[in-house]
Every structure is written in structure tokens, then in C-alpha cells.
């Protein structure tokens, strides 16, 4: 139940930092280290997920 939780979460921020690089989605202005930093951490979170 745990794994779904973060494999969710994690996803949901990668997906996040994607939309905070693109400048023609303007939801918000947001540094690009930060989007970033959201990208990197969500694929972490996912590669946790997705172990054994």
C-alpha cells in the first residue's frame, strides 16, 4: 500500500518539475533549480517504488 503511495506522489512531482520548466504553461513562476530539484527527487521516489 506504501509502494502505491509513493510511487503516486513521486510521480506527481516529477510531473510537476516538467511543468515548471516549460514557460509556456505560465502556473506560476518557480526557479529552474527548483524544478529541477522536484525532478530529480521524483525519480528517486519512483525508483524506490518500483524495487523489490
Known amino acids: 500500500m506504501?509502494?502505491?503511495y509513493l510511487l503516486g506522489l513521486s510521480a506527481v512531482t516529477a510531473i510537476m518539475g516538467v511543468?515548471?520548466?516549460v514557460p509556456s504553461l505560465d502556473m506560476g513562476?518557480?526557479?529552474g533549480?527548483?524544478?529541477?530539484l522536484?525532478?530529480?527527487l521524483g525519480a528517486i521516489?519512483?525508483?524506490i517504488?518500483?524495487?523489490r
Open 38 to 40: 522536484k525532478i530529480i
Open 33 to 36: 533549480w527548483h524544478a529541477a
Open 2 to 4: 506504501m509502494k502505491w
Open 19 to 21: 511543468m515548471g520548466l
Open 49 to 51: 517504488a518500483l524495487r
Open 29 to 31: 513562476a518557480e526557479p
Open 45 to 47: 521516489g519512483v525508483l
